[in-house]
């Protein structure tokens, strides 16, 4: 068995990482300003709903980076985690952290 890695080409694979690495630094940025504005009088012109949506939202982001960088290193990224079948390198590049494949991910 080939793993993930060797099995696609080496220059997408890159890209990925990259974009993931992007993406999980700009999360980590975004609710470091979120957490920041929550302290300010106002909450730094957020009102509660929207500070908490987004807070939720850079958590979940910080959360699927990770897991998919996490991934990358363990050799299992780019298979789906419900059939093991690869995920269409289309499909990682619109949504790098996808951990499923398209027919799985619907029938969720
Ligand atoms: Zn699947």
């Given at each position: 068995m080939t793993t993930a890695t060797e099995r696609r080409d080496g220059e997408s694979w890159t890209l990925l990482q990259t974009m993931l690495e992007e993406q999980f630094t700009l999360h980590t940025h975004r609710l470091t300003e979120l957490t920041v504005s929550a302290r300010l009088p106002r909450r730094g012109g957020y009102d509660d709903r929207t500070l908490e949506a987004s807070a939720a939202a850079a958590r979940q982001g910080i959360a699927d980076t990770a897991h998919a960088l996490r991934r990358m290193s363990e050799g299992t990224y780019g298979r789906c985690e419900e059939c093991s079948r690869p995920i269409p390198l289309g499909r990682l590049r619109a949504q790098?952290?996808?951990?499923?494949c398209t027919p799985c991910h619907r029938s969720r």
């Open positions: 790098p952290h996808a951990r499923y």
